[in-house]
C-alpha cells in the first residue's frame, strides 16, 4: 500500500535529519581542550562492546562545534555524562541492529552524508573537509548516522506491522474539528529521558544546564538537535501546532500560562525532563482547507515622489511593451532585466488573501502565463504575471497528512519503548 511507503519515508526522513549538524566555523579552542583530555582507555563497556575514551572526546568534540557551546572545560564537564549517554545508545542500537541483521550500507552513508551538505547549503565534500578542520574523526560521523540509520528500520518494521487504519484516521480527524475554536500552541522542545543507567541525576543536571544556556542567549534549536531524546529533535524540537490535551499533562499543563517567546523548564513528566519553548499561539481553525496559493512574476519600476502623470504614463507605456511580449515568467523576468528594473523577481507560495485589494483583484481572474495591467502600488509601477496555482488539499492529500501525524507519533512511542527495554536488559559498565 502506498501508504506504508510514504510511512518509511517519513522514518528515514527523520533519522537522515537527527543527524544533521548545522557547523560553524573551527574552533581551535575546542581542538586545545579535547588534546589535553587523554584519548587512551575505556569510557564505558556497553554488553561487552567498549566505548573508547577516544570515541567520547571525538563525540563531544563534534557536539561542541555543532551546537555552538563554549569550548572550555567547564562546559565539557557538564555536557560529557549526556554526550557518553548518546554515545552508550548508539552502540544499543547497532548491536539490536545487527541482532536483527540490519545495516546501513555505505551508499546509505554517503547519501546520508550529501543529505546533510545539502540540507546545509554545503558544497559536496564539505562536511568531510569540516571535520578534519575540527580534527574530528569522520568515524565519529559515520557511527550516529549509522545508529539512526539502522534504527530508522528497525522502528520501520515495528510501524508496518502495526499500521495506520482508516478508523484510527477518521478518530484523528474527528478530534481535531472537535477543538475548532480552542486555543493551540505553536511549541519546540528538548526532552531528557531519565537516566536508566543510573540514579538519574544526570540528566537532571543537564536538563537544568539546558535551561541556563538558553536563558543566556543560546539557541534553543541547535541544543535540542544536539541533547533532545525526541524525534523532534530533527526539526530543532519544532512539535508544530498542539493542543494542551495533546500532550503529558505536565507540558500541557504549563502552556496555557506562557507568552510567545517564554521557556518553561525543566519540567518534570511521565518519562523525563523537558523544556518547553512557546513560539506563538493561536485559535484552531479545525481542518480549514489549505488557501490557495500562487507563485508570481513582478517587474517593478520606482517612481519619483509625487510622481508626475507624464512619469507614470512612461512607467505604464513600458510595462505594457513587455507585457504583451512575454507569454511566460521566464520571459517577462527577461523583459523586465533588460528594462533594468532591478526590484523585479520571482514571489513563491503568495496567499492573495495576504495581498492588498487592488493587486489581489488585478491577479485573481489571470491565467496562468498572462501579464497583469500595470498598477501603481508601493513607490512604483507594477506588472504581475501568475506562474502557477496551487489548489487547496483534497480529501485524500488531508488523510495522508493524518496518516504521516499518526506515523510520527507512533513512531516516538515505538521507539522509546524499544530503547527503555535495551537499556533496562543491558550490562553497562561506565569506567
Not at 193 to 203: E, K, N, R, T
Not at 315 to 325: C, E, H, K, P, Q
Request: include cysteine; charge should be positive; proline fraction near 5%.
Amino acid at each position: 500500500m502506498t501508504r506504508i511507503h510514504c510511512e518509511h519515508r517519513v522514518l528515514v526522513q527523520t533519522a537522515l535529519l537527527t543527524a544533521i549538524i548545522f557547523v560553524l566555523p573551527p574552533i581551535t579552542d575546542a581542538a586545545k581542550v579535547a588534546a589535553q583530555s587523554r584519548l587512551t582507555g575505556i569510557a564505558a563497556v556497553v554488553n561487552s562492546d567498549p566505548v573508547t575514551r577516544r570515541d567520547l572526546e571525538m563525540r563531544l568534540r563534534m557536539v561542541i562545534v555543532s551546537s555552538g557551546l563554549p569550548p572550555d572545560q567547564s562546559t565539557i564537564r557538564r555536557i560529557r555524562p549526556q554526550v557518553l549517554r548518546n554515545l552508550i545508545e548508539d552502540n544499543l542500537k547497532l548491536q539490536e541492529a545487527k541482532n536483527r541483521n540490519v545495516s546501513v550500507s555505505p551508499v546509505e552513508l554517503g547519501a546520508a552524508m550529501s543529505e546533510i551538505e545539502r540540507r546545509n547549503g554545503m558544497r559536496p565534500g564539505r562536511m568531510l573537509q569540516l571535520l578534519k578542520e575540527n580534527k574530528i574523526d569522520r568515524a565519529t560521523l559515520d557511527t550516529q548516522l549509522s545508529a539512526d540509520l539502522s534504527w530508522a528500520k528497525l522502528v520501520g518494521a515495528q510501524i508496518r506491522r502495526s499500521s495506520i487504519t482508516e478508523e484510527m484516521i477518521d478518530e484523528r480527524i474527528s478530534r481535531i474539528e472537535s477543538g475548532k475554536g480552542k486555543p493551540e500552541f505553536l511549541v519546540s522542545e528538548i526532552f531528557v529521558p531519565f537516566d536508566l543507567g543510573g540514579s538519574g541525576g544526570d540528566a537532571n543536571k543537564l536538563i537544568a544546564d539546558l535551561v541556563g544556556q538558553i536563558r543566556g542567549g543560546a539557541d534553543f534549536g541547535s541544543l535540542a538537535r544536539t541533547f533532545s531524546q525526541s524525534t523532534s529533535s530533527a526539526q530543532g524540537g519544532n512539535l508544530g501546532w498542539v493542543r494542551a490535551e495533546q500532550l503529558d499533562p505536565a507540558i500541557g499543563t504549563a502552556l496555557p500560562g506562557m507568552k510567545t517567546g517564554d521557556i518553561a523548564g525543566p519540567i518534570r513528566a511521565a518519562d523525563g525532563f523537558y523544556i518547553l519553548q512557546l513560539r506563538n499561539r493561536r485559535v484552531s481553525r479545525g481542518l480549514a482547507a489549505d488557501p490557495v496559493t500562487v507563485e508570481l512574476q513582478q517587474v517593478f519600476l520606482p517612481l519619483p515622489p509625487n510622481p508626475s502623470q507624464s512619469a507614470i504614463d512612461s512607467a505604464r507605456a513600458s510595462l505594457n511593451r513587455i507585457g504583451s511580449a512575454a507569454s511566460s515568467c521566464t520571459e517577462l523576468d527577461e523583459q523586465g532585466k533588460e528594462l533594468g528594473a532591478p526590484q523585479s523577481g520571482r514571489l513563491s507560495n503568495v496567499n492573495p488573501s495576504s495581498l492588498e485589494a487592488q493587486i489581489r483583484g488585478a491577479i485573481e481572474n489571470l491565467r496562468t502565463g498572462q501579464a497583469s495591467q500595470p498598477i501603481q502600488s508601493g513607490g512604483g509601477m507594477v506588472l504581475l504575471m501568475v506562474c502557477d496555482r496551487q489548489s487547496p488539499s483534497s480529501e485524500e492529500e488531508l488523510r495522508q497528512r493524518v496518516a504521516a501525524e499518526l506515523t510520527r507519533e507512533r513512531a516516538e512511542l515505538i521507539s522509546r519503548r524499544l530503547l527503555r527495554n535495551l537499556w533496562r536488559q543491558a550490562v553497562i559498565d561506565p569506567r
